[in-house]
């Protein structure tokens, strides 16, 4: 199993640029979530799809980040327009179950730095 | 809302020597789960506790559960250069899928 797949692992862009980043979760799991990780504020829940759809967006900083999942092997979370306090490692995570109280496998991340 | 505390923020132990973390919810969670962080890489499941008062054991862990499910450990025996890196506890509540992450202990281990 390759687990979960990120991409890019690293992105640094310009202020005003558009980012997309990307996740393929783990074959057969119907959870998916994306996770930012920042020094100051930790571990920080953005959004949460089950079966493809959106279940849970209040952790989305604003209306300049979006995020979709098409269909189960992927999802894509943009930033549009991108500001420097964006700067972090996001993280796509995908589980088996539609309540959470199954382990989460964290993909590698995406460090992301906005100049 | 639901905040789950870390302590402590950093550990720096002599290889061999012991390490705990401690974490505590302010509210009653429906299960705990653990993961590590290795400097530079992603959080990796550890284990989950559910029960009241549970404790399990992985090799040189131990997790505990408290009894009112509002808080949790864990204790690494003898650690070693290995056992380096940043250790979260994190909660549900019931009925949630929402997982949330304590602020996480950074274990540095000297050898």
């Known amino acids: 199993d390759a687990g979960v797949i990120q991409s890019p692992r690293h992105e640094v862009t310009e202020m005003g640029q558009e980012v997309t980043l990307r996740c393929k979760p783990i074959s057969g799991h119907n959870s998916l979530f994306w996770y930012r990780q920042t020094m100051m504020r930790g571990l920080e829940l953005l959004i949460y799809f089950n079966n493809n759809v959106p279940i849970d967006d209040s952790g989305m900083p604003e209306d300049r980040f979006s995020a979709k999942m098409p269909n189960a092997s992927f999802s894509t979370l943009k930033i549009q327009p991108s500001e420097p306090r964006d700067s972090a490692v996001y993280f796509c995570?995908?589980?088996?179950?539609?309540?959470?109280?199954?382990?989460?496998?964290f993909g590698p991340g995406t460090r992301l730095t906005v100049t | 809302g639901q905040q789950v505390m870390q302590i402590p923020q950093y550990q720096h132990v002599q290889e061999g020597e012991d390490f705990t973390t401690y974490c505590n919810s302010s509210?009653?969670?429906?299960?705990i789960q653990w993961y590590k962080q290795r400097p530079g890489g992603h959080p990796v499941f550890l284990i989950q506790l559910v029960k009241s008062g549970e404790v399990k054991k992985q090799k040189r862990l131990t997790f505990q559960f408290g009894e009112a499910k509002k808080n949790s450990s864990l204790h690494i025996t003898a650690t070693q250069t290995t056992d380096v890196g940043t250790y979260f506890c994190a909660g549900h509540e019931d009925s949630s899928y929402k997982l949330i992450f304590g602020s996480g202990t950074r274990l540095l281990v000297r050898p």
């Open positions: 995570a995908s589980s088996l179950d539609d309540r959470g109280s199954y382990e989460q496998y």
């Open positions: 509210t009653t969670l429906s299960n």
